[in-house]
């Protein structure tokens, strides 16, 4: 069995390179994925601590978490489409419809 500690670097990482790609990135399409790349690695964290406490309690919470990416995704994914359909771009520099 995997100890603990290695499930909690990998998720830190997975966690870090998605904070990296939200905050420097420009395409919104990258940008989502990184905010998928973060719910991924908080769902990692849960099943871990989880299987280590012996509950189910973080498992369970992980459903709830895919649930929300699930809706997530569908949402982002018409936002996106929608936006460049009006704009011929996925560049979150050059999409400023909500300014004045």
Same mark, same amino acid.
């Given at each position: 069995? +995997?100890?603990?500690?290695?499930? =909690?670097? !990998?998720?830190?990482?997975?966690?870090?390179?998605? $904070?990296?790609? %939200?905050? &420097?990135?420009?395409?919104?399409?990258? +940008?989502?994925?990184?905010?998928? =790349?973060? !719910?991924?690695?908080?769902?990692?964290?849960?099943? $871990?601590?989880? %299987?280590? &406490?012996?509950?189910?309690?973080?498992? +369970?919470?992980?459903?709830?978490?895919?649930?929300?990416?699930?809706?997530?995704?569908?949402?982002?994914?018409?936002?996106?489409?929608?936006?460049?359909?009006?704009?011929?771009?996925?560049?979150?520099?050059?999409?400023?419809?909500?300014?004045?």
């Amino acid at each position: 069995m +995997v100890p603990i500690p290695y499930y =909690l670097v !990998l998720s830190a990482a997975m966690f870090m390179i998605g $904070a990296v790609g %939200v905050l &420097t990135r420009r395409n919104a399409i990258i +940008v989502f994925m990184s905010i998928e =790349l973060m !719910l991924n690695s908080v769902n990692l964290t849960l099943v $871990a601590f989880s %299987v280590a &406490t012996g509950t189910i309690t973080g498992q +369970v919470l992980v459903f709830f978490v895919m649930t929300v990416a699930a809706a997530e995704a569908a949402v982002g994914l018409a936002i996106i489409i929608a936006l460049y359909r009006r704009k011929q771009t996925v560049n979150l520099d050059e999409i400023n419809i909500l300014k004045w």
